[in-house]
């Protein structure tokens, strides 16, 4: 785990971050906008179809 400073620092000025709501049947998704004002819900996926947002977006890894 790191903090929120560290992970302040550690990313760029300009990049789109993803929240998720991890509840115990769904998983809401939201997308934030690039000056990381504003976070617009985007999805609600339940949990049998984990794979779902990531064939949907074709994520293929997640960095750190």
């Keep these: 785990m790191i903090t929120i400073e560290e992970f302040k620092k550690k990313q760029s000025e300009k990049c789109r971050l993803i929240g998720l709501d991890l509840g115990s049947k769904r998983i809401g998704v939201s997308i934030c906008d690039e000056k990381q004002l ?13 794979n ?3 064939e949907e977006l074709n994520f293929s890894t997640v960095s750190q």
């Design 38 to 50: 504003i976070a617009t819900p985007y999805k609600t996926i339940h949990k049998s179809k984990n």
């Design 52 to 54: 779902e947002l990531i």
